[in-house]
């Protein structure tokens, strides 16, 4: 199996909604990643968890929260959105130990609308 | 800082064309570079990567890309392009130390008309 996939492929909320993107993975893999990528635009790195913790935060707003709860799932919690938040919210995964030569699988992505 | 350029934003072929798109990419130290596309509809997978050896490296499709240390350039070719080449091709890199983060370039919007 060498799929990442995330859930759900479309979420529209509101600015006071929580919600929470789903991200999973059964290839073995020990790094985890979330990008964010606005239309037009390359992927842009959010936050990074290597063996389960947290490796790379790049300077995200608090309401963007991640979790690892184990190798497989990664999860990205949503609270008090902005309108421009808008965006394609990719998970990919790599094999652990960081090892720079190593590629990213990419799942599907999130469309967020935030209304 | 690491910073990734791509030359081209926006490239119109016709079937059969020859490809190169550029990619030129700012590190001070040892790098691995990749070639990520993104066909219409679909998520983003690898074409193909370099992170030693051969500098002239193949992929899937029958794309290749040359990596040139002096020019700090991994541009990407294929020979004869198809309808189905239509999509965005981003180059990216990623320093050999810094653990995991990859830049990725703006991306090149390939477009081959049948």
């Known amino acids: 199996d060498t799929e990442v996939t995330q859930t759900p492929k479309h979420l529209v909320m509101g600015m006071t909604n929580k919600k929470s993107l789903k991200c999973e993975q059964h290839?073995?893999?020990?790094?985890m990643y979330w990008y964010k990528q606005k239309a037009k635009k390359p992927p842009e790195l959010m936050f990074v968890?290597?063996?389960?913790?947290?490796?790379i935060n790049e300077s995200v707003p608090s309401r963007f929260s991640p979790e690892c709860p184990n190798s497989s799932l990664l999860n990205l919690h949503l609270h008090a959105l902005q309108p421009e938040d808008s965006a394609l919210y990719l998970c990919?995964?790599?094999?652990?130990?960081?090892?720079?030569?190593?590629?990213?699988?990419f799942g599907p992505g999130t469309r967020l609308t935030v209304l | 800082a690491q910073s990734v350029s791509q030359h081209n934003h926006h490239v119109i072929l016709s079937e059969a064309a020859s490809l190169e798109l550029g990619c030129n990419y700012s590190?001070?130290?040892?790098?691995?570079l990749f070639w990520y596309v993104q066909y219409p509809g679909q998520h983003l997978q690898l074409l193909l990567k370099?992170?030693?050896?051969?500098?002239l490296v193949k992929g899937i499709k029958g794309f290749e890309a040359e990596f040139i240390k002096s020019k700090f350039s991994f541009n990407l070719r294929k020979p004869s392009v198809q309808w189905s080449d239509t999509a965005e091709y981003f180059c990216?890199?990623?320093?050999?130390?810094?653990?995991?983060?990859?830049?990725f370039g703006a991306g090149t919007r390939l477009f081959v008309k049948a």
């Open positions: 290839m073995g893999h020990r790094a």
């Open positions: 370099y992170f030693s050896g051969d500098p």
């Open positions: 590190y001070g130290g040892t790098v691995n």
């Open positions: 990919a995964s790599s094999q652990g130990g960081g090892a720079p030569y190593n590629e990213q699988f």
């Open positions: 968890y290597s063996y389960e913790k947290l490796s």
């Open positions: 990216a890199v990623k320093g050999n130390t810094g653990g995991f983060k990859t830049i």
